[in-house]
C-alpha cells in the first residue's frame, strides 16, 4: 500500500502573527525553543512545555484538526514503543497482579517523553505549516544550508508526486495481471525488487531530461536572487522574545537538577 | 526505525546533529571533487525521490508486513551522495508524516548514513570476484551492503533505546531487550539482503549504468 502524502504547507496562506514572522528569524526561534524542550526533564517543567507550544500554535491560527490529524499516526507509534516502559522500567510498584506489576518510575519515565514529543512536534508544526515549502528552503538557504542540499532538497520535493504516482500504476498494473502480494516468496520479493528497480530506472533516465531543461533555463550560471525581504525590528523582537523562554526554561531546568542532585527535590 | 522527538537527552541530540554535520561536509566535499558536481544533482535528487517512494514497498511477512530502509541500497547506488540523500529522505519524513523527528534529525540520519557510507565500501568488495564469477560476486556484495546497512542501523538504534530511555531497567532486562531485539532483526536483516541483491542484478542487467558510478 502506498502511503499518501498530506499537505505540508495548505495552511500557509493563513493570515497570523507568526504567518507574518520572517521566515529566517522563525526558524532560528524555533530551532532554539525545540532544543530547550529536548533538555528538560523535570516534571515540574511539563506544563510549561506544553503551555508555549500550544500557545504558539493557537496563535499561529492553524487548525486543531490539522494538529489532530499530524499527531495521530506519529502518537500511535510513540504509545506502542512506550507501552511496555510502565511493566519494565522501576522498582517501586502501583499495581501488581502475581507476577506482572506495573511500576511508578516507569509511568513517570513516560510523562516526560510523551510531553516533550507533543511539544516539539507542535512547534514542528508552527515552523512548517507556516510558510511555503520553498520560502523554508530559501530560508535554510540563506542561514547557511549548502548549495548541494537545498537543489537536492528542492528537486526532491518537486518529483515526489510524480513518482509515488509512478508507483501506483505499477502496482495497478501488476494486480490487473493477477498478482496477489499477499504472502512471502523469495519469487514474490525479486517481483518487488523489479519494481523498485524500474522506479529506479525510470528516475534516473527523467533525470538526464531534467538536468538538460536546467542548463537550458541557465542552471549553474549564476545564483538565484533571494525572495526574502530583511527582517524587521518586530521579528527579531519576536525572535529574542522566543530565545529568553527557551533560555529560561533551560536554566530552569539547570537548577531543578541541582537541587534535585542535592537532595531538595524530585 | 526512527527515534521519535521526545525520547533522547540533549546531549545525544547534540551528539548526533554533529556526526550527522561533519558526514555530510566529507560527502559534500567528495562530491565537490567531481568533474562536474551540479550534473549529478538531478540524478541523485530523483534517485533520492525514487528511495523515498520504493521505501514504501511492503513485503508482506504474515502475520503483518515490514518496509524495507534501503539504506544499504542507497550507499551501494548512490555512494557519497547518500548521506545528503538520506538526510533529505529523513528531513521529509519528519516534517511531512511527523515520522522521526526534529529535534532527532541528527541522531536518525547519522543511525541510516554511517551504515551507507559502509555498505558503499562493502559493495567495492565485489571487485575481488574473478571475472568468471563477475555477476555471483555482485549478488554477494549487494546482500552483503543490504543486510550490513540495516543491521548496523538496528543495533544502533536498539543501543540508543535500551540505554537512554529507561532509566531504571535492570541489566538482566536490559540484556533481554537488547537480545528480543537483536533476533527480531536478523530475518529482516536477509529479506533486505536478498532484496538489494536482486535489485542491483535487476539493474545489471537493464540498465548497468545505474551502477557504475558505485
Redesign the interface.
Known amino acids: 500500500m502506498v502511503a499518501r502524502r498530506p499537505a505540508l504547507d495548505a495552511h500557509c496562506h493563513l493570515d497570523s502573527p507568526i504567518h507574518r514572522w520572517e521566515p529566517r528569524a522563525k526558524l532560528v526561534g524555533i530551532t532554539l525553543l525545540i532544543f530547550a524542550f529536548a533538555f528538560v526533564h523535570q516534571l515540574a517543567l511539563l506544563p510549561a512545555l506544553l503551555l508555549v507550544s500550544l500557545s504558539l500554535y493557537a496563535l499561529s491560527g492553524l487548525p486543531w484538526r490539522f494538529w489532530r490529524d499530524r499527531l495521530r499516526l506519529p502518537g500511535t507509534l510513540l504509545l506502542s514503543m512506550l507501552v511496555l516502559l510502565p511493566f519494565l522500567s522501576g522498582g517501586t510498584p502501583l499495581v501488581s497482579w502475581g507476577a506482572i506489576a506495573i511500576y511508578r518510575e516507569g509511568c513517570f519515565a513516560i510523562l516526560p517523553i510523551a510531553c516533550r514529543f507533543v511539544s516539539i512536534l507542535t512547534l514542528g508544526l508552527i515552523a512548517f505549516g507556516t510558510m511555503p515549502f520553498a520560502t523554508l528552503i530559501e530560508a535554510m538557504r540563506a542561514l547557511g544550508l549548502p548549495c548541494i542540499l537545498a537543489d537536492m532538497t528542492l528537486l526532491s520535493y518537486r518529483y515526489l508526486d510524480d513518482t509515488g504516482n509512478m508507483l501506483i500504476q505499477m502496482r495497478q498494473a501488476m494486480r490487473l495481471r493477477g498478482w496477489q502480494g499477499d504472502r512471502f516468496s523469495w519469487q514474490h520479493l525479486s517481483v518487488l525488487a523489479s519494481v523498485a528497480g524500474t522506479l529506479l530506472i525510470r528516475s534516473f533516465e527523467r533525470s538526464e531530461q531534467v538536468y538538460r531543461a536546467m542548463v537550458l533555463r541557465g542552471y549553474g550560471q549564476a545564483r538565484a536572487v533571494s525572495r526574502l525581504q530583511s527582517p524587521q525590528l518586530r521579528d527579531i523582537g519576536a525572535t529574542v522574545w522566543v530565545a529568553c523562554v527557551a533560555l529560561t526554561i533551560a536554566a530552569l531546568e539547570w537548577h531543578l537538577r541541582s537541587l534535585s542532585q542535592f537532595g531538595f527535590g524530585g | 526505525m526512527h527515534v521519535?522527538?521526545?525520547?533522547?537527552?540533549?546531549p545525544v541530540?547534540?551528539g548526533g546533529y554533529a556526526t550527522t554535520g561533519a558526514l555530510?561536509w566529507l560527502s559534500?566535499r567528495q562530491?565537490d571533487r567531481l568533474p562536474n558536481?551540479?550534473?549529478a544533482?538531478?540524478?541523485?535528487?530523483?534517485?533520492?525521490?525514487?528511495?523515498?517512494?520504493?521505501s514504501?514497498?511492503?513485503?508482506?511477512?504474515?502475520p503483518a508486513s515490514v518496509h524495507l530502509v534501503l539504506n544499504g541500497l542507497l550507499g551501494t547506488?548512490l555512494g557519497y551522495f547518500a548521506m545528503?540523500?538520506i538526510?533529505?529522505?529523513l528531513?521529509?519524513q519528519?516534517?511531512?508524516?511527523?515520522?522521526g523527528?526534529?529535534?532527532t534529525l541528527g541522531v536518525n540520519a547519522a543511525m541510516m548514513g554511517i551504515p551507507a557510507l559502509l555498505a558503499y565500501r562493502i559493495f567495492q568488495l565485489r571487485r575481488l570476484f574473478p571475472k568468471a564469477y563477475e555477476r555471483v560476486g555482485l549478488g554477494v556484495a549487494a546482500f552483503a551492503s543490504g543486510a550490513f546497512g540495516l543491521g548496523l542501523s538496528a543495533a544502533i538504534f536498539v543501543g540508543l533505546?535500551v540505554t537512554t530511555?529507561?532509566?531504571?531497567?535492570d541489566a538482566s532486562?536490559e540484556r533481554a531487550?537488547i537480545l528480543t531485539l537483536t533476533i527480531a532483526h536478523v530475518p529482516v536483516m536477509a529479506?533486505e539482503g536478498?532484496?538489494?541483491a536482486?535489485?542491483v542484478l535487476?539493474?545489471q542487467r537493464?540498465?548497468p549504468?545505474?551502477l557504475e558510478q558505485s
Not at chain 2, 521519535?4 to 540533549?10: A, E, M, R, T, Y
Not at chain 2, 544533482?41 to 520504493?54: D, E, G, N, W, Y
Not at chain 2, 530511555?165 to 531497567?169: A, V
Request: charged residues 5%.
Open positions: 521519535p522527538d521526545g525520547f533522547l537527552p540533549l541530540i547534540v555530510t559534500l562530491i558536481p551540479q550534473a544533482i538531478p540524478r541523485a535528487s530523483l534517485l533520492t525521490a525514487a528511495f523515498f517512494v520504493a514504501w514497498i511492503h513485503i508482506p511477512v504474515p547506488i545528503p540523500a538526510l533529505i529522505g528531513f521529509f519528519a516534517i511531512m508524516f511527523n515520522h523527528g526534529l529535534s533505546l530511555i529507561p532509566t531504571s531497567l532486562t531487550a529479506i536478498a532484496f538489494t536482486a535489485l535487476f539493474l537493464v540498465r549504468q545505474l
